[in-house]
């Protein structure tokens, strides 16, 4: 039993979660599913190339890996203000709930970019350098962590 692991009773109990970091130029994609895998892992990007493009990516992944739910990331400072970026993420979510018939969730993704870099920095899988082509799939996975954490903690009440 790890950090990761929930109830079995849990509602999320061997769900397949997809988690996503938005970007501009890239969208960071991690995976995990409750209770099977050991823990949240990288799964890759999807080049942010307009809605479309998005969509059809988003799809083949969520088809190929039976996904049941997805998480976004929204970003923001560290008081807890709203950015433009954030905004921009808003949208994004808002999207992809209007495409999508899956449960969408929000997790706060305060400093996981600045998270996946240490661990990059610190890991001899990327040695020791911080990767910029997985450095968005691993910001996605700090996001699924923090979220499973989260339901973990909830659960727990």
């Known amino acids: 039993m790890n950090e990761f692991t929930l109830p079995s009773d849990h509602k999320l109990n061997l769900k397949t979660i997809l988690a996503l970091d938005f970007g501009e130029k890239y969208i960071g994609v991690a995976s995990f599913c409750v209770n099977r895998d050991p823990y949240p892992t990288p799964y890759g990007r999807i080049a942010n190339k307009g809605e479309e493009h998005v969509i059809k990516e988003l799809r083949a992944i969520v088809e190929n890996e039976c996904v049941e739910l997805i998480v976004i990331g929204l970003p923001h400072l560290i008081d807890g203000k709203k950015t433009t970026t954030t ?60 979220f499973i954490r989260r339901k973990k903690r909830n659960s727990a009440l």
Request: glycine letters at 0%; aromatic letters at 10%.
């Open 87 to 146: 905004a921009k993420a808003q949208v994004f979510l808002d999207m992809i709930r209007k495409r999508f018939t899956l449960l969408i969730e929000e997790q706060d993704e305060t400093l996981s970019t600045f998270e996946a870099e240490s661990r990059m920095k610190n890991s001899p899988r990327y040695n020791f350098q911080v990767d910029y082509s997985q450095i968005d799939a691993v910001a996605a996975s700090v996001i699924l962590e923090d």
